[in-house]
């Protein structure tokens, strides 16, 4: 029966872990993306500035681009600190989960041994 248990809940934790996993691998794609992204971003507010200083006759058209881009930036550097601290807290998580099996193990396996000690120490009084 106790070997079952530690089955199941070894099963369930591979479960948990396997999803946070996934979760955590979808982040980190976001996260990807959102950075190149950024980098983009950044790489055409750079060629657009470089433009405004020519004093062309598109330099409004250039500004109001420009501060456009800024936002747009400004935006994803929030989006990319959201999702730092989305997989931060799944590491958290995970290992909060993992200690915690590793605890219940430890109990599981003492109790056991307990329960042969009493078993041993009873089963010479009834036979």
Do not use: C, F, G
Not at 3 to 11: F, G, N
Not at 93 to 122: F, G, M, N, P
């Amino acid at each position: 029966m106790e070997k079952e248990e530690l089955e199941a809940i070894a099963a369930k934790s591979k479960s948990v872990s396997d999803r946070i996993e996934q979760e955590l691998e979808t982040l980190r794609d976001a996260y990807e993306s959102v950075e190149k992204e950024l980098q983009d971003k950044e790489s055409e507010i750079e060629s657009y500035e470089n433009r405004l200083h020519a004093n062309d006759p598109e330099m409004q058209i250039l500004r109001d681009e420009n501060q456009d881009l800024r936002s747009e930036l400004q935006q994803l550097k929030t989006e990319k600190r959201e999702l730092d601290d989305e997989i931060e807290s799944l590491q958290r998580d995970a290992a909060t989960l993992i200690e915690k099996d590793v605890k219940t193990s430890k109990e599981r396996s003492q109790e056991r041994k307990e329960l042969h000690t009493v078993l041993s120490l009873i089963m010479p009084l009834l036979m």
